[in-house]
């Protein structure tokens, strides 16, 4: 089993940056955030394919989210710039997701293992 843990999380003003890290205990070929906000159900925020070093991104967060991978620390990272009070949830690492090139959509199915989650909060 894998286990990942998050950190980075935070409270902080619209318009603000927030740098999320999630460190896995061993290596899985894809890997992606997602997060849920109260009432809402979890959704896909960043996909990473480790074998093509391929990312992608839901519609609300390109342009202002970039995820990408320290493969020596076995590292996930999302950079998070421009936050709007929309992004406030719970945002959780996943591992073991299924890859962009057998779907260009994905959710909490596609998913193997999750971590604890860490909160944004936007204001």
């Known amino acids: 089993h894998v286990q990942l843990v998050e950190s980075g999380g935070g409270s902080v003003e619209a318009g603000g940056s927030l740098r999320l890290s999630c460190v896995a205990s061993?290596?899985?070929?894809?890997m992606a955030w997602f997060r849920q906000a109260p009432g809402k159900e979890r959704e896909g925020v960043a996909r990473f394919d480790i074998s093509y070093g391929d990312t992608d991104y839901a519609d609300s967060v390109k342009g202002r989210f970039t995820i990408s991978k320290d493969n020596a620390k076995n590292t996930l990272y999302l950079q998070m710039n421009s936050l709007k009070p929309e992004d406030t949830a719970m945002y959780y690492c996943a591992a073991q997701v299924l890859p962009p090139i057998y779907r260009s959509t994905w959710g909490p199915k596609d998913v193997g293992y999750w971590g604890q989650g860490t909160q944004v909060t936007v204001s």
């Open positions: 061993e290596s899985t070929p894809c």
